[in-house]
């Protein structure tokens, strides 16, 4: 048979991968000890899946005998009888839980099903449970009163567990808290708290149930609101059906333009259907035509633009930057020697004591009602405004600007002070670290966007690299585990702003910082390719878990856990003993089909001819992992001295 | 719902609040003419009157009180701060 060459492929394209993008000692499998519930969840999957296999073997055999090919019959066999089960077993207690149970309103319910998922670990059902309570509109942080008795059997049962409200801030809780942001109206939090997944790197993926459940939902409260930019954002980050259609409206919606076919039909092949049908409709409907469209009024004053923009800014609506500066420039016209001597002609006839006060005071007066303006206003400085900059420099624009750095800088100054003080005697509450960061991201990002690189370099050399360097080691070494995700995000967001500033030993130091967080950053093709070896590591968990002395109370014996680790952790043993093994399994297959035999001749020495070049692949794969292992904690001590 | 902006909240209200507009008198109106239509708006509001209740203003009308009629006569009573909301009620009628 020709799938366990398939399988054997896999695997090694598998353990290839967790070789190059596993991050350090606290990887996702790396010691992870076998729940019971592993075990329980493994043996109802094996059960069902034979289950499942035996219904549709009863159902597809005669017509997989139709089948004359050889090849094609094995791969419609790979497929019904593996490919088909393995895909039930996974994905339907989610989307059970997720897309019935939750969207009826019952989370114990959900969180029940969704514990019969196999693959999930005990920070997932966490995750999960906190990201059904936070699409529910329920604070995910907030102290639950006592469950009631049945609930409390229902958890101890399903080993569920107590939620933690200072639980682990994973990319789980992140999504949860921007969710629960957006639903009760913290639009600034919410964004941030989404924007954050940015600093991931290019391809590679939170948890995929996260890309799928949460930015979903996000995107479908954001189009709530109507704003279409956020929708867009996280329909490029996000996964699922409902991505490709949440794009497309975006993308009708803001350009007003898109493939109307194909919206149909990544509408009828997403979920959601009967919520995203009126954005659906909207962008079928015919457009009004440009005669019916609202016109703003002609005649309305730059003054009047002034008020307009107070109320917008008022109102909490956004405003544009470049709007402002082009009222600064209206404004700046007003102000000439004439209007000067206007005013201390009108102060004469009223009899006003101070009148060259009033004169100075009116420009001050609009300057701090423009630099409001600015400081809540969004988008960039036009190019034009440096490329003249001595033109501008004097003028009531060029104040703004200047004024607008200085406030940007303090605002980085401020937020940088907050972010975590290392010469506290109790380091703060992780989600303390956690806004303080986000606000300090947020400042420096501000200003890099709107003053360029070599404000940024001027920020970071003045103290931002030792703040955010520093914080992000402390955060990482005072949370351990439970602040792997959010110190994976600050180390990347150093290395992000170091390769920016050209500062290559930050960038380089830091990059391996990340590294050490744990972090697993598969693509979804990487993450396919894996699947094998969590299988592996799944049912060898459970074995070891069965067979562990330690289960009976004992301890166990040195001889059993060496070959319990070689078996688990050393891929010189397990590849060479698994490539044995499919090479034998296939010269069987070969023997009794005597026509083949001289295929099995040449194809064999081939075969070994492989499986030690894989041997030495891995040999050198195991030397390269135990020198990167090494260097990172050598690195993990240079770090503190900085 | 958005997050409102208390500065820019307060800038506007005082800009709609500028005693020309409050008063409905033009900027060059004399300090008898102010009393006068300040003494008539307070009776039309004492009295009930529907017309007295609210006020133009470049962004529409708004609602009139007893305590904004006052503050707008003390303010015009006082040169300097009549001379800069003379030059605001200048910007804000319409060419």
Redesign the interface.
Known sequence: MNIGAILLIIYLFSRFFKNKDTTGSASTWAGQETSSRTITVSVLTVLLFFIVTYVIMVNCQPYLDQINSGWLRDIAWFIIYLVIPITLLRCVPPWLAWRVLRHLGHSLPARIIFWFTPGEAQTDLIGFARLVEASLGHDPNALKPPPSTLSRRLRIFFMLGEQQPEGDLDAWAVAADALYAEIS????KAAQYILSFNLLPRRSQAPRLIRIFAFEQFALHSARRGAWGAVAGCAAFGAGRSMPLLRLLARGHLTGSCNRALLVLYWIIAPCRLATFPYLRSLLSPQPSSDDQKVAPS?E?F??EH??L??D?????PIELAQVLSLAAAWQSTFTSESHAA?LA??MA??????H??AD??PE?ILA?LE??VA?SVGGLPEELFENWDEWRETLVGTLVIRLRSRLFQNLEESAAQFYDGDAEQPPPLLQCWNTWLAMHDATERLGYLMGTEDVATAWYGGLQITAWNGACRVSNSYGSKGNWVSYLMFSWVVRVADIVEDAEAARVNRNNAATCGIPLYTTFESFLRLPLSLYKWFSGCLRRICSFAWWGRETPRALRNIRSALLDRITIVLPVGGAVVAVSIFLSLWSFSDLVVGSLVGLPILVAGITLLYVLALRIEKKRQQEGTQMTLEKEVEETV | MPEKNLAAENMLRRHLANPFLVLSLPVDAGIEQIERQGQKILMMLSAGMSESASYQTPLGSRSLSEELVREAIAELRDPDRRLIHEWWARAWRKP
């Open positions: 109206g913290d639009f600034h005649d004053t003054q009047i008020l307009r107070l109320q800014a008022a109102e909490g609506r005013i009108r102060g009223v009899g006003a004591r101070d009148s006060g009033v005071a009116i007066e009602e409001e303006l809540v």
